[in-house]
């Protein structure tokens, strides 16, 4: 799995509330991503962290936020939960390298009543 | 901005048989990389292949091979003697220049391949 695990995997929450998802890596891997995963789109890049405390956005990124104050830890919040972000969401790793893999975590499945 | 298009929604294929997946891309870039990705029922993420833009043949992880057409902006998936459990989602993906983002991908929508006894 490549030491990459996610918390919660499963969360159903209401419409307005706040909800932290986190990611976890322990091979130190310089790059952490967050993508959502919805039937028809693939997955799609809500955030990336390129370093401590060094984030960007991707093609989603209205209505979420990122954190990372240490190298293992990205987490992903949803400030007030709509019902448009119910989705499967994943976390991803890599080194730098053009050949190298992203790895992936297992999942979230946020639901958003 | 970089586009990913899987046009099979889903595929069909016979055990022990070979099956292709179509992927084609949209770039400006000289310099980007390939990526394939099998999603089974569980949720995870497997990665099975890649292909960079500039390596001359095309990929090969033991039953599963990469046909790049980089004239055509297409990297299609070979899956040879298939099996049961290679039932499953299948991404496409495309990796861009090296920037802050690293190894940022852009996915294709996937395709269902189921495969019969």
């Known amino acids: 799995d490549a030491g990459i695990t996610q918390s919660p995997r499963h969360k159903v929450t209401e419409t307005g509330t706040p909800v932290t998802l986190r990611c976890h890596q322990t091979?130190?891997?310089?790059?952490m991503y967050w993508y959502r995963q919805d039937p028809g789109h693939g997955l799609r890049l809500i955030h990336y962290?390129?370093?401590?405390?060094?984030?960007d956005k991707g093609e989603v990124s209205d209505g979420y936020s990122v954190s990372r104050s240490k190298t293992e830890d990205f987490l992903l919040t949803l400030e007030s939960a709509t019902s448009s972000q119910t989705s499967v969401y994943f976390c991803?790793?890599?080194?730098?390298?053009?050949?190298?893999?992203?790895?992936f975590g297992p999942g979230t499945r946020l639901t958003v009543l | 901005a970089q586009k990913i298009t899987q046009t099979q929604p889903g595929m069909f294929v016979q055990e022990k048989e070979a099956v292709t997946l179509d992927c084609t891309y949209d770039t400006s870039d000289q310099s980007y990389g390939l990526f394939w990705y099998k999603q089974p029922s569980s949720g995870e993420m497997i990665f099975l292949i890649y292909q960079g833009s500039y390596d001359e043949q095309n990929a090969t992880e033991g039953r599963y091979s990469l046909n790049f057409q980089k004239a055509r902006k297409s990297a299609n998936l070979v899956i040879s003697a298939s099996q049961l459990g290679d039932s499953a989602m299948y991404f496409c993906a495309m990796r861009g220049p090296n920037n802050n983002a690293g190894n940022m991908l852009t996915f294709g929508g996937g395709t269902r391949l189921m495969v019969k006894p």
């Open positions: 962290s390129y370093g401590v405390k060094d984030t």
């Open positions: 091979e130190n891997h310089r790059y």
């Open positions: 991803a790793a890599t080194t730098s390298g053009a050949r190298n893999e992203q790895f």
